[in-house]
């Protein structure tokens, strides 16, 4: 009882710090996550974590919370969850609420300017190292099928500017079908290794 204790404070405390710390959205504190339960504390393997990616990504809501829910979750059942969730919104409400008070000084201050502007460029290269990463966790997998779906999305946002939404819609569908013609070939395959 004692390590599952211990197991939630870590989960809590490591949600926390990188929620407090974290300032560019969802993609950065995922490449965190990532970094902290995949690498550092071996809770995850690199495949889980890049499916709790795609599942936050094409889920409704903050990126943040949809991944603790997740994590938390994996780690230690409903009440990791909920412990992940409070760690996770925790740091911004209190950091929102103390903005709020003194927004006006906020907003004229150079110096707070220049600050968010410079944080501008590290959010930029953590989004980044973020798309790297999956990038080449697709291309492990060497599934042309993923590869493909990857770089069309790229185009399709990118030069033809059509919406994320409907591009996460898309590979949706088709993960959908490739999911069901998967287990069709292997519920066919043995069926005809039972006749042998």
């Known amino acids: ?20 710390c ?6 950065v504190i995922v490449s965190l996550m990532k970094k902290k339960y995949v690498e550092e504390l071996g809770w995850l393997e690199e495949d889980e974590m890049l499916d709790v990616t795609a599942i936050t990504q094409s889920s409704p809501g903050p ?7 997740i994590i938390g979750y994996r780690i230690a059942g409903v009440v990791g969850s909920l412990v992940a969730i409070l760690g996770t919104i925790l740091p911004p409400m209190i950091i929102i ?18 600050a968010l502007q410079v944080m501008r460029a ?9 798309v790297i990463n999956l990038a080449k966790n697709v291309f492990h997998t060497k599934r042309m099928l993923y590869i493909a779906m990857m770089v069309l999305a790229f185009i399709a946002t990118y030069l033809l500017d059509i919406s994320a939404m409907i591009i996460i819609l898309i590979c949706l569908g088709i993960g959908i079908i490739n999911c069901i013609k998967q287990t069709f070939q292997n519920r066919k395959a043995g069926t005809s290794n039972a006749a042998h």
């Open 1 to 20: 009882m004692k390590k599952d204790y211990s197991k939630l404070w870590t989960l809590f405390k490591s949600m926390f710090v990188l929620s407090a």
């Open 22 to 27: 974290t300032f560019g959205g969802g993609f």
């Open 63 to 69: 990126l943040p919370v949809n991944a603790s829910v």
């Open 97 to 114: 609420s103390i903005i709020s008070m003194f927004y006006d000084q906020f907003r004229t201050n150079p110096y707070i300017s220049i």
């Open 122 to 130: 590290g959010v930029a290269a953590v989004i980044f190292d973020v």
